[in-house]
């Protein structure tokens, strides 16, 4: 299983790393994630210069496709040439936003005014105000298409990719391996409770 991570200038750490490390403990498993970004070097809002690892267009063919957040966020889901790159399509993969990347999910049509849809407080009344129905609560999807708010709810946007793709016992594996030592039980368990109710019958 593919996954891009994408990720763009002025980028939040937390969202890229965070999901791309968890999902990567997958590996022998088959999953592999990818920081996928439209130029060759990224520097994030704290100044972490990185390559990336896969172009944009790789984000096409990827099974999954997880959207980053970042301070240019308003500005990536405006630009032409990103949205015109992107032929995301929910009905072949598993696709996630997290934080401000909720509104490159909502310029590609992932999502429309009325849905339900989370994000980050700074994000949230601009979607409002577009007439999303931005949710009090850390993650949410409807079918295969998810958001999530708060940066640390990229474990969440991992654990669903994890357990839609391969089952809620490597969501579990994945989490626990990860988990904080002598809370392990606990993180698994909530992070389990968040995303059960959003678990589609694993992809063949």
């Given at each position: 299983?593919?996954?891009?991570?994408?990720?763009f200038?002025?980028?939040?750490?937390?969202?890229?790393?965070?999901?791309?490390a968890?999902?990567n403990?997958?590996?022998?498993?088959g999953?592999q994630?990818?920081?996928?970004?439209?130029?060759?070097?990224?520097?994030?809002?704290?100044?972490?210069?990185?390559?990336?690892?896969?172009p944009?267009a790789?984000?096409?063919?990827?099974?999954?496709?997880?959207?980053g957040?970042?301070?240019?966020?308003?500005?990536?889901?405006?630009?032409?040439?990103?949205?015109?790159?992107?032929?995301?399509?929910?009905?072949?993969?598993?696709?996630?936003?997290?934080?401000?990347?909720?509104?490159?999910?909502a310029?590609?049509?992932?999502?429309?005014?009325?849905?339900?849809?989370c994000?980050?407080?700074?994000?949230?009344?601009?979607?409002?105000?577009h007439?999303?129905?931005?949710?009090?609560?850390?993650?949410?999807?409807?079918g295969?298409?998810?958001?999530?708010?708060?940066?640390?709810?990229a474990?969440?946007?991992?654990a669903?990719?994890?357990?839609?793709?391969l089952?809620?016992?490597?969501?579990?594996?994945?989490?626990?391996?990860?988990?904080?030592?002598?809370?392990?039980?606990?993180w698994?368990?909530r992070t389990l409770a968040?995303?059960?109710?959003?678990?589609?019958?694993?992809?063949?």
């Amino acid at each position: 299983m593919q996954v891009a991570v994408l990720t763009f200038q002025a980028f939040n750490e937390l969202d890229s790393f965070v999901a791309a490390a968890l999902l990567n403990r997958l590996s022998a498993r088959g999953v592999q994630a990818w920081i996928v970004s439209p130029t060759q070097r990224v520097v994030s809002k704290g100044g972490i210069a990185i390559d990336r690892q896969k172009p944009l267009a790789f984000a096409n063919i990827a099974d999954a496709v997880i959207i980053g957040s970042g301070m240019a966020s308003e500005v990536v889901a405006a630009d032409p040439h990103i949205l015109a790159t992107l032929q995301l399509d929910p009905a072949r993969q598993l696709i996630a936003s997290q934080c401000s990347g909720a509104l490159l999910l909502a310029a590609l049509g992932l999502v429309s005014p009325g849905q339900p849809v989370c994000a980050d407080h700074m994000t949230a009344p601009g979607l409002a105000a577009h007439g999303f129905r931005v949710l009090e609560t850390p993650f949410h999807a409807a079918g295969n298409v998810a958001s999530a708010g708060g940066c640390l709810s990229a474990t969440y946007l991992a654990a669903w990719i994890a357990a839609r793709a391969l089952g809620p016992e490597s969501a579990r594996e994945m989490i626990h391996g990860a988990a904080p030592v002598g809370e392990k039980d606990a993180w698994v368990e909530r992070t389990l409770a968040v995303i059960a109710p959003f678990l589609a019958p694993v992809a063949a």
